[in-house]
């Protein structure tokens, strides 16, 4: 009787250890994540500002090339102008990336399509 609250005990023992060296992974994880997610909002705090002063103020001038247009002065690039070919060049970035992202996705597909059969001849 004695002999096997003394292997529980120390099975215990061994128990409480392991959950305290998981315990202590835990919250170095968490830890790490944290700093990681700060870096993250801070980062994209100063791309979204860097955003907003582009668009405030472009880098080209905004008034730039004077255009006559039934005997007044009219800018070729006004602030619609800028919005819309910056929405026109996103499009079409975005598209590409769709686009590369569908084919790696299908070739990533054929790979394991011809693993498969591979390891069903097997």
């Known amino acids: 009787m004695y002999r ?9 023992e061994k128990m409480k250890s392991s959950l305290a060296a ?3 992974l835990i919250v170095n994880d968490s830890n790490a994540s944290d700093r990681l997610i700060r870096e993250y909002e801070q ?3 100063t791309v979204m500002s860097n955003l907003r002063n582009r668009a405030v103020h472009p880098p ?4 730039a090339t004077p255009v006559l247009l039934n005997g007044a002065d009219k800018r070729t690039y006004t602030g ?12 079409t970035h975005k598209s590409k990336l769709l686009g590369k992202e569908e084919e790696n996705s299908r070739l990533e597909l054929d790979d394991g399509i011809a ?4 390891i ?3």
Do not use: H, Q, W
């Open 43 to 45: 980062t994209m705090g």
């Open 80 to 91: 619609r102008r800028i919005k819309f070919s910056e929405m026109e060049l996103t499009r």
């Open 60 to 63: 080209f001038p905004y008034n």
């Open 4 to 12: 096997c609250t003394e292997d529980c005990e120390t099975t215990l």
């Open 120 to 122: 069903a001849k097997l």
């Open 115 to 118: 693993f498969s059969e591979v």
């Open 22 to 24: 998981e315990s202590a």
